[in-house]
């Protein structure tokens, strides 16, 4: 029997800098590696994770279409949305919204126009 494992999905990034304001300043993430094929201005590949959360950015023509969607469980997603507004973070301010398919969600558009969608399900009433 075979089973499948955790998902990487790969986000196109246009601008390295602002990837890394988004995703390490702003979300939290932190860089595990990164690769280029040569040095100096040649296009990033790299992996940034926070918690069980791991994604690939790339700034390589085909890796990934801009504007991409994601979803990613969060537990406790109050208090992920209160550490995030309390940055202060010039480019978003996300709310929350409870959506009719039994989640609430906090859904932020990054630098490349990629939309994550950070969700939490909604207990169960007692």
Known sequence: MYTLS???????????????EF????LGFKVDWEHRFEGGDFPVYMQVSLGECVLHLS???????????IRIAVHDLDAY???????E????????????????????RDPSSNRLS?????????
């Open 23 to 26: 995703y390490v300043d702003f």
């Open 81 to 87: 949305h209160a550490t995030l507004l309390a940055k």
């Open 118 to 126: 950070f969700e939490e399900p909604i207990p169960p009433q007692a």
């Open 59 to 69: 700034e390589h023509y085909g890796d990934g279409s801009p504007g991409a969607s």
């Open 89 to 108: 973070f010039k480019y978003a301010r996300p709310g929350i919204q409870t959506m009719p398919w039994g989640t609430r969600e906090m859904t932020i």
């Open 6 to 20: 955790r998902v990487t999905p790969i986000l196109r990034i246009f601008d390295e800098a602002k990837a890394r």
